[in-house]
């Protein structure tokens, strides 16, 4: 199939996309359109406002479910995801989780790898956060947010790194839209094949193995003074001794030495941790001055990568 014979209703709006519901509730089961008969024979309530459902499985849209009356129902895609995801990851209990790089790297410390658990715990209250699906193994723990309307923000984040609490996000609408743009339909064993196997729609919140590398590299790096140069009209800031030879004095009393442009090399470099400022108060708060200098790793051996061992 190329993309031009896909139907019409594929290519609608994502506010279309989100009065399509795929799960409805018969009972305590969540039953996927696709399983369930055509019209009101469905007999399924919306997991949001438990309102009577339609099963609508014409020839022109994705199949769906929509309310038998009214439709202003804002939750019901949400509620639908999580409740399916829920119910996924309780049965398989394992999830495939990204490769982890450390801060401004691009080569993975650990790989993406499928990961396996013994219990799994539902809305369970960890110290200040309620994770939507905490995995749990020995002493091995990850949490699971399913993001499908709002997404993690910083303090969220924050809470967890203090908890030293690994997390991924799984955006479950991203994927229920991809499914939708592949094969034109909700497929059920599709979308639970893609909250597990899958990678493209997770991101880790935290992980605290890169947090503890990241610490030690952070009390093993090196804090390099920086040099305010002025040269011909231009001011410049070099840091001296780069343990990465940026740059080369060709002339000079300190020609053949090291150094990097702070600005032009460290503020980008791979392994530059901060550049460090003089700070002055200004009203009520602290304000960066001029540079004085930067927190730098470029003499620590890359940290090795350990590829398969278990990420969390
Ligand atoms: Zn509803």
Avoid at 82 to 87: G, I, S
Avoid at 265 to 276: G, K, N, P, S, T
Wanted: charged fraction near 25%.
């Amino acid at each position: 199939m190329n993309r031009f014979s896909k139907s019409k209703a594929l290519n609608r709006p994502a506010s279309n996309i989100s009065a399509r519901i795929p799960f409805g509730l018969r009972g305590h089961q969540l039953l996927s359109i696709e399983e369930a008969p055509r019209g009101l024979a469905c007999d399924c309530l919306c997991p949001a406002c438990g309102a009577q459902l339609v099963a609508k499985k014409g020839a022109r849209h994705a199949h769906h479910f929509a309310h038998y009356r009214g439709s202003a129902c804002p939750d019901a895609l949400e509620t639908g995801l999580h409740l399916k995801a829920k119910e996924v990851f309780e049965r398989l209990r394992r999830v495939a989780v990204p490769a982890v790089c450390l801060y401004r790297q691009t080569t993975p410390v650990f790989e993406a790898q499928l990961l396996r658990f013994d219990r799994v715990r539902l809305e369970q209250h960890l110290g200040k956060v309620v994770p939507d699906i905490v995995l749990e193994s020995g002493s091995k723990r990850l949490l699971i947010e399913i993001g499908v309307s709002h997404h993690s923000g910083k303090e969220k984040i924050r809470k967890l790194k203090k908890l030293g609490l690994s997390a991924i996000e799984i955006d479950a609408l991203a994927i229920y839209r991809q499914l939708i743009r592949d094969f034109g339909q909700f497929r059920a064993t599709a979308f639970e094949q893609e909250l597990v196997q899958g990678l493209e729609h997770k991101r880790w919140l935290f992980n605290d193995k890169q947090q503890r590398i990241e610490y030690k590299l952070r009390r093993q790096s090196a804090e390099r003074p920086a040099q305010h140069r002025y040269f011909k009209g231009f001011h410049s800031y070099i840091v001296p001794g780069c343990p990465l030879e940026k740059r080369r004095w060709r002339s000079g009393f300190r020609e053949g030495e090291c150094y990097a442009s702070l600005w032009q090399d460290c503020l980008y470099c791979h392994r530059c941790f901060e550049v460090i400022y003089e700070r002055a108060v200004a009203g009520f708060e602290e304000v960066a001055q001029h540079p004085v200098g930067v927190r730098c790793w470029g003499h620590l051996p890359l940290p090795r990568a350990v590829g398969w061992a278990s990420s969390i």
